[in-house]
């Protein structure tokens, strides 16, 4: 179908060129849109975006603010190894966002929140599929489901209401015993003896985000959206309650202006920074998150369907392509602040765990350790929609979600600043609902 008319055309401003800001500006140059992205980095999903778990886990969506969290994070506190380790700092941003983390342990916020959660995952992953078939994009994807297995019988019996309420809003994930999850992936026999249970969702994918994410910047470019890559962006200038300006620094150290009608800020961990000086407090931190890529050593050890270990916080993806045979391994959270030093306890406990379960599948000798600040909200429910400045739009603080979420926060963002109503039913920024007010047109009559 023909990409559907703007109401109306303008200069639209994308801040960052990762997963985030490179859907919005896809989609926002589908609706007609003249679009501009700048982004620090030489090329496209370089930060963030770079080497993540791989996942597009709509059944992923129990957030990490739960009301078993605050015990477990007692215990974790002070263990370099630990799945979700707090390092206390003289930070008032963090000692803030914990304090709203354990306001959304409660069982009511945390039924909310996967809601919100789950209704996103759903329309993004249905968002990209139909990308896929448009343009025929390719990023090492697998469409052969994501299964959850628990080592613990306790974190097992903990994931069965989450599930069961992942169902109940149309994500199918279904409670599978021990050998059923052996018979979807046999590299789970070697600790078949340890599994105590499973849950599998055929629907879910996973790929290379990285891949996409370049991918697609390519599509935007030769549908006529401008990259300014090595553009440091230092400041949003406004002026009579909206935007006037952009200020960056450019590739060759000088001083720009760039001015558009509307912007949208999509610099994950780095959107507090930038929103701040203009009134704008975002829930959002740093949580660094670690990955491990190996080229595959025995493919008959290795995994084929992508796999989260709940109790450690990892997700496991294999990517298949003529750049070779690879497992990508990837989790853990640890807040602290904006540093991105590589934690060598933190790294080898991520290898260790590999090797427990999947002895020998890896070449662990040529792992390549990788760390990224994912843009975190208390909730886990990402940042998308309006601001109280005119023209200021946010598609951030997707955490670990941001390759689940990308293709539908975009489509939704766009949807939002040519003054449509989303498709998707979902908590918007500065939106009452779906029925959000007379100035938005409902995007499906809007053709």
């Known amino acids: 179908p023909e990409p559907r008319k703007a109401l109306k055309i303008m200069r639209v401003i994308v801040l960052g060129a990762g997963l985030l800001g490179v859907t919005s500006a896809y989609f926002l140059s589908q609706l007609g849109h003249e679009v501009t992205v700048i982004d620090r980095q030489g090329t496209p999903g370089a930060e963030t975006s770079f080497a993540n778990g791989g996942q597009i886990s709509v059944s992923h969506a129990e957030p990490w603010a739960n009301p078993s969290a605050p015990l477990k994070v007692l215990q974790w506190l002070g263990k370099e190894d630990a799945p979700l380790l707090f390092r206390l700092r003289a930070d008032m941003r963090q000692w803030l966002w914990g304090l709203s983390f354990l306001r959304n342990c409660t069982p009511a916020r945390t039924r909310h929140n996967i809601e919100q959660i789950v209704r996103l995952g759903t329309y993004s992953r249905d968002t990209l599929q139909q990308l896929r078939a448009a343009t025929g994009i390719q990023y090492d994807q697998r469409t052969q489901g994501i299964l959850h297995f628990y080592t613990n019988p306790k974190e097992f019996d903990g994931a069965l209401a989450p599930a069961e309420q992942m169902r109940a809003l149309g994500c199918e994930r279904q409670?599978?015993?021990a050998d059923e999850a052996v018979r979807i992936e046999p590299a789970l026999a070697?600790?078949?003896p340890q599994l105590a249970g499973a849950t599998f969702?055929?629907?879910?994918?996973?790929?290379?985000a990285n891949q996409f994410t370049r991918e697609l910047a390519k599509l935007c470019e030769?549908?006529?959206v401008q990259f300014r890559m090595g553009h440091h962006i230092t400041a949003l200038r406004e002026v009579g309650g909206r935007i006037d300006h952009v200020e960056v620094?450019?590739?060759e150290g000088r001083f720009e202006r760039v001015r558009g009608d509307a912007f949208v800020l999509a610099m994950g961990s780095?959107?507090?920074?930038?929103?701040q000086p203009l009134g704008i407090q975002l829930p959002i931190y740093p949580a660094k998150g670690y990955s491990v890529t190996m080229p595959v050593k025995d493919a008959s050890k290795a995994h084929q369907v992508s796999l989260t270990d709940d109790e450690f916080k990892l997700v496991f993806s294999r990517y298949t392509s003529e750049r070779g045979d690879r497992l990508r391994i990837a989790g853990t959270a640890e807040l602290n602040g904006y540093d991105r030093h590589l934690?060598?306890?933190?790294c080898e406990a991520i290898v260790r765990r590999v090797e427990q379960l999947f002895p020998g599948a890896g070449d662990t000798t040529q792992a390549q350790f990788w760390s990224g600040l994912r843009p975190a909200t208390p909730s886990n429910v990402p940042l998308i929609g309006k601001t109280k400045v005119g023209n200021l739009f946010l598609n951030t603080g997707h955490g670990t979600l941001g390759w689940t979420h990308a293709c539908g926060s975009g489509k939704a963002l766009a949807d939002i600043v040519s003054g449509r109503v989303?498709?998707?039913?979902?908590?918007?920024q500065g939106l009452q609902g779906r029925a959000a007010g007379a100035a938005l047109v409902p995007s499906r009559t809007a053709a």
């Open 175 to 177: 409670v599978i015993s």
């Open 190 to 192: 070697h600790i078949r």
């Open 201 to 208: 969702t055929a629907e879910d994918e996973s790929g290379d």
């Open 222 to 224: 030769a549908a006529g």
């Open 249 to 251: 620094t450019n590739a």
């Open 270 to 275: 780095f959107s507090p920074l930038l929103a």
């Open 343 to 346: 934690n060598q306890v933190r």
């Open 422 to 428: 989303p498709e998707v039913d979902f908590a918007f």
